[in-house]
């Protein structure tokens, strides 16, 4: 028998090998698994979407969701000396704790908002990507990154249950 999942860095850095271990989504190269061979070890595909196959998730929507915010930068102005945009060492620390995603999708699919409404809400995932973009001082394109955010699903079916913060490998 065959057994297919996805992996790359064995680091926890690529987020690939992202999975359902024991009952809690995490990564498989970085996860605790318990030693004592006695017990049962459970493993499955990330809950709540489609599996390709075995313990592989379909992550088209996670991904065209996390597309749908932009997740770049915009700006129209020209960087000061041609290079670069800069930033200052208070406005880069806004940052801190936002550019970590690795986009594994552990936290979206452990909340139960996105499990009921993943076709509508954005989940965890994207949302706090869309904050990053909002909270970069060099982005000029806040308030059309926030009107986008304006509906019934994208923001406001977050019910701060937390599951996403306690699954979050980073």
């Excluded at 945009?85 to 704790?97: F, P, S, W």
């Excluded at 869309?130 to 806040?142: L, N, P």
């Amino acid at each position: 028998p065959t057994l297919s999942f996805r992996r790359s860095c064995r680091e926890g850095i690529c987020g690939s090998c992202s999975m359902n271990i024991d009952g809690s989504n995490t990564l498989a190269c970085i996860g605790r698994v318990d030693r004592d061979v006695g017990q049962t070890l459970t493993i499955r595909p990330l809950p709540h979407m489609y599996v390709v196959k075995d313990l592989v998730p379909d992550m088209a929507n996670f991904y065209q969701q996390y597309k749908s915010i932009q997740p770049y930068l915009q700006t129209s102005s020209k960087p000061e000396g041609g290079k670069e945009y800069k930033q200052t060492i208070e406005d880069r620390k806004k940052l801190d704790g936002m550019y970590e995603c690795i986009l594994c999708a552990c936290c979206s699919t452990s909340c139960p908002s996105y499990w009921w409404n993943s076709d509508k809400y954005l989940g965890p995932a994207a949302l706090m990507q869309a904050q990053r973009w909002v909270a970069d001082s060099r982005d000029e394109a806040k308030e059309e990154r926030l009107a986008k955010l304006r509906d019934p699903f994208s923001m406001y079916r977050c019910h701060t249950i937390m599951n996403c913060t306690t699954t979050c490998p980073k």
